[in-house]
């Protein structure tokens, strides 16, 4: 959604839903089709295809872990790091925030029920459906 709203710099660390991979030679590739009928199968080697996303018990790509490090360390004092509807308890992206707050950046929750535990953790704890909160909080000042 980000990078169909024209954002530039976008990372998606837990994969995209609108790509494929191979299981065999994982190389991702654009691919918004609904497969109902048969488990479709890699056109360069016959593996079988898969979402391009990060399912549990997988490990997110250390490369894009590195690129988010850079980005907070670079960003520092300035950096807001915003979480959204998640509830903080799988790492290594639940993480993210104490090392957000660690470069000197600020963190935001937006979350309809976030637990105490988790909120606590947080600079800023906006409380409701992000539908309705994310739009305000973006909004020009008037």
Do not use: N
């Not at 872990?65 to 308890?89: H, Q, W, Y």
């Not at 090392?99 to 976030?114: E, S, T």
């Amino acid at each position: 959604l980000h990078a169909r709203a024209g954002s530039q710099r976008v990372l998606a660390i837990h994969g995209e839903l609108f790509k494929s991979r191979c299981e065999r030679c994982a190389v991702p590739f654009d691919d918004a089709k609904t497969y109902f009928d048969a488990l479709p199968t890699c056109a360069q080697c016959g593996g079988a295809v898969r979402p391009h996303i990060v399912w549990f018990g997988e490990q997110l790509d250390p490369a894009h872990l590195r690129e988010v490090e850079r980005f907070m360390t670079r960003a520092g004092p300035k950096l807001v790091f915003l979480a959204v509807g998640t509830s903080g308890l799988v790492y290594p992206a639940a993480g993210l925030v104490e090392r957000a707050k660690a470069v000197g950046g600020r963190a935001w929750l937006v979350d309809a029920a976030p637990s105490d535990e988790h909120a606590a953790r947080f600079d800023e704890v906006l409380v409701g459906k992000s539908g309705e909160l994310l739009p305000e909080l973006f909004a020009p000042a008037r």
